[in-house]
């Protein structure tokens, strides 16, 4: 979100699913959307089938991959890299879009110096790419007619995330590939109602509808007048800030809704210390968590999906009704009813408080929420904002406004280019470590496992270190055989998948079996300033087996 805020005003993707089945070209950069987002995927399949392009930048080839015309195995946490030399080679190419850039942008010549060094020939040896793949790559997407740029975690879960979004969206607005219909750059929300979390403010530098805290005095005066209270002009702490802030003793109290930290911090060692520290936990979850079991008092919440009315949010900013086909079981009670009688034992005075009337307040604070009322949602089967008034249909693409050339007004805010510098990852392959962790999904499970543990699939298989077949020949692995884990953090044990999908010197594994393998023991919480988020994608790790391997008997012996 940061990032597409920082370049375009608000943190959405700018595109519909319809669009990504028309596109001509749809690069998927850093994302497996065919096992973490496989709803998505379908509309990437369509689009594929209809003839679009496919090309994915991914350090494995995963399954997303297998259906592409182009997979660049890039190496881990080199992404800036690969896109100022794609950068290089469409403008030492002359296939800039002069007339956008030009009209409707900002920084251009400053951003052109930064990326004219990166040559073909660099960008091979930093990334690991073929020069002639880099040069592929670059003229399909600058000579296409509609192109999509979709990322998720691979680009963001690094110490630099946010450079990593602003390289992607340097490379839209170099060829012109955003505000018309069809092409467009999009991050793909990992969770149900991510997108929707943001724009109700639950990050910590904007109020509901992506108005700055600090910056927006116009907005801090209707929401204090709304809520009676003053806004305070001052950002607050992301969850890693929040992690710091409880080492130095600032935060001594925590509430924790619908998050399980203890499982899904990096270095999640230090991160249970500094919980089971608290002066006070409250959680309010579905499931025992992790978290919820060092917790003092546990508040149990209804299932969203199914025991709750209101809305949600999806990738593509459509706002739609969720509608309780289950009453909660025992004491669980909707997110909201807990929450605001907790604001009324506070002395807040809130008295009932109904999803209708949370809305009614949001559309009347948050202008791009404004003309969505509860019956149009109904009836239209969801909105994309942004939508002004009761006559707006919702908005399918962003950012058309950057093409009215002749209308300073209507153009509004033009679009800066960002120098973004290469940043290798912060935990160093050594010869200690020799071995570079990535972690991610796979299909059938999710996060940290509370919600998907508990049913079985027949595509579920128990956590594994997932290795080349080239390094487990070199370490002399074998499937199935238990090893030990080590980084610079700690130590796991898991047993060995050969995987022919991994190069040499990467290894994978994921987060959803912590009662196996605590995954997150081996992550650094190398954090990125902008963002918060922690660098889960890039660890230097190190395999030793538990057994020596049986001697070679004597005749055996060439």
Same mark, same amino acid.
């Given at each position: 979100m940061v990032g597409l805020a920082t370049v375009f005003g608000a943190g959405g993707g700018t595109s519909s699913y319809e669009e990504v089945e028309n596109a001509d070209l749809i690069l998927l950069?850093?994302?497996?959307?065919?096992?973490?987002?496989?709803?998505?995927?379908?509309?990437?399949?369509?689009?594929?089938?209809?003839?679009?392009?496919?090309?994915?930048?991914?350090?494995?080839?995963?399954?997303?991959?297998e259906w592409a015309d182009l997979w660049l195995g890039i190496d881990v946490g080199t992404d800036i890299a690969l896109s100022n030399t794609i950068a290089r080679e469409i403008i030492a190419n002359d296939l800039q879009h002069h007339t956008f850039i030009d009209h409707a942008t900002t920084g251009f010549e400053e951003y052109r110096a930064s990326v004219m060094d990166w040559t073909l020939e660099r960008g091979e040896t930093v990334t690991g790419v073929p020069a002639e793949v880099i040069r592929e790559v670059a003229h399909a997407y600058a000579t296409a007619g509609r192109a999509q740029i979709c990322w998720t975690l691979g680009i963001t879960e690094h110490h630099n995330a946010v450079d990593n979004v602003l390289c992607l969206i340097n490379l839209g607005l170099l060829t012109g590939h955003v505000g018309t219909y069809g092409s467009g750059l999009n991050p793909l929300r990992g969770q149900n109602n991510v997108q929707g979390g943001g724009d109700m403010g639950a990050i910590p530098n904007k109020l509901p509808g992506f108005q700055d805290i600090e910056k927006d005095a116009?907005?801090?005066?209707?929401?204090?007048?709304?809520?009676?209270?003053?806004?305070?002009?001052?950002?607050?702490?992301?969850?890693? /800030?929040?992690?710091?802030? =409880?080492?130095?003793?600032?935060?001594?109290?925590?509430?924790?809704?619908g998050e399980n930290p203890a499982t899904s911090e990096a270095d999640n060692q230090h991160a249970k210390h500094l919980l089971e520290n608290l002066d006070c936990l409250i959680v309010q979850d579905l499931f025992m968590t992790?978290?919820?079991? =060092?917790?003092?008092?546990?508040?149990?919440?209804?299932?969203?999906?199914?025991?709750?009315?209101g809305t949600v949010t999806n990738s593509e900013r459509r706002v739609q009704?969720?509608?309780?086909?289950?009453?909660?079981?025992?004491?669980?009670?909707?997110?909201?009813?807990?929450?605001?009688?907790?604001?009324?034992?506070?002395?807040?005075?809130?008295?009932?408080?109904?999803p209708f009337d949370a809305w009614e307040e949001l559309r009347s604070l948050s202008p791009m929420h404004a003309g969505m009322s509860w019956e149009r949602i109904e009836?239209?089967?969801?909105?994309?904002?942004?939508?002004?008034?009761?006559?707006?249909?919702?908005?399918?693409?962003?950012h058309e406004r950057l093409w009215e050339f002749g209308d300073p007004?209507?153009?509004?805010?033009?679009a800066p280019f960002s120098v973004v510098v290469d940043d290798p990852p912060v935990d160093l392959l050594d010869a200690e470590f020799p071995l570079r962790l990535t972690t991610g999904r796979r299909l059938e499970s999710f996060n940290t496992g509370a919600q998907t543990r508990g049913y079985t699939s027949p595509l579920r298989r128990p956590e594994t270190i997932d290795v080349s077949p080239e390094d487990a020949e070199h370490l002399f692995l074998s499937e199935g055989e238990r090893v030990r884990?080590?980084?610079?953090?700690?130590?796991?044990?898991?047993?060995?998948?050969?995987?022919?999908?991994?190069?040499?010197?990467?290894?994978?594994?994921?987060?959803?079996?912590?009662? /196996?393998?605590?995954?997150?023991?081996?992550?650094?919480?190398a954090t990125d300033p902008k963002s918060g988020t922690a660098e889960f994608k890039a660890t230097a790790v190190r395999i030793d087996r538990l057994q020596e391997p049986a001697p070679v008997p004597a005749g055996d012996r060439e």
């Open positions: 950069w850093g994302s497996n959307a065919r096992a973490a987002h496989p709803i998505f995927f379908h509309h990437v399949l369509k689009g594929v089938h209809a003839g679009a392009k496919l090309i994915v930048v991914d350090p494995r080839r995963t399954e997303s991959a116009g907005a801090r005066a209707r929401f204090g007048a709304a809520w009676g209270v003053p806004i305070i002009p001052r950002y607050g702490w992301t969850l890693t /800030q929040q992690f710091e802030a =409880m080492e130095r003793g600032d935060i001594t109290a925590l509430y924790v809704i992790q978290t919820a079991e =060092m917790a003092d008092v546990v508040l149990p919440a209804s299932n969203a999906a199914f025991e709750s009315e009704r969720v509608r309780a086909a289950l009453t909660p079981p025992g004491e669980a009670r909707d997110d909201i009813r807990i929450i605001a009688e907790l604001a009324d034992r506070l002395g807040a005075g809130w008295g009932e408080v109904t009836t239209l089967r969801g909105i994309q904002w942004p939508c002004p008034d009761e006559s707006h249909p919702g908005t399918q693409f962003l007004e209507k153009q509004g805010a033009k884990i080590s980084s610079r953090r700690g130590t796991v044990e898991a047993p060995v998948h050969v995987d022919p999908a991994l190069r040499p010197g990467l290894v994978f594994m994921t987060f959803h079996f912590p009662e /196996q393998v605590e995954t997150n023991n081996l992550t650094i919480e």
